[in-house]
């Protein structure tokens, strides 16, 4: 499973409570650019909106990548009406989304994407429900990853 794009800023923002698999629906090019390194979801967020369907009874939703930086393929001709910054379906089961909805409910939850990678030649990402970390909680994680680091080291000069 390589990993094409990370956001590293989401697990600093956001303590993650659960993560989601979903495919992204892309253009041939978008593709392309990906693969080859080229894109940016540190900014990006996951809108899910209902779908209007006049007399049906049941509910239906879709998820949407807002604010995915993916520039078209160097390589590729000029594309006229190209926006690297336009919003891209994700590809969610009916009952996932339905689940997502149900606990986004809850106050100060939100849906961010976690990392983009391939897996079985198709381009998925891994999406997070996430709350937000108050100043205290980041200095709280910061102070973990320096007694951790401490640690090793003197692991490290024990075995010496």
């Known amino acids: 499973m390589p990993v094409i794009m990370e956001n590293k800023q989401a697990r600093w923002r956001y303590h993650i409570i659960e993560t989601w698999e979903a495919g992204i629906v892309l253009s041939g090019q978008e ?11 540190r900014n990006a ?3 899910v909106r ?21 520039p078209p393929y160097a390589k590729a001709g000029p594309l006229p009406s190209y926006d690297p910054l336009r919003p891209r379906w994700l590809l969610f089961h009916g009952r996932e989304l339905m689940a997502l909805v149900g606990k986004m409910q ?55």
């Open 50 to 70: 209902p779908v209007a369907r006049p007399g049906k009874r049941r509910q239906r939703f879709e998820a949407l990548l807002i604010n995915a930086h993916i």
């Open 31 to 41: 593709v392309k650019s990906l693969k080859t390194g080229h894109g940016d979801i």
């Open 45 to 47: 967020y996951i809108s």
């Open 106 to 160: 809850m106050a100060g939850l939100t849906l961010v994407p976690l990392r983009v990678y391939t897996l079985n030649r198709r381009l998925k990402i891994l999406v997070g429900l996430a709350r937000g970390k108050s100043a205290v909680d980041k200095r709280a994680t910061i102070r973990r990853r320096e007694v951790e680091r401490e640690l090793r080291r003197h692991v490290l000069q024990r075995k010496r």
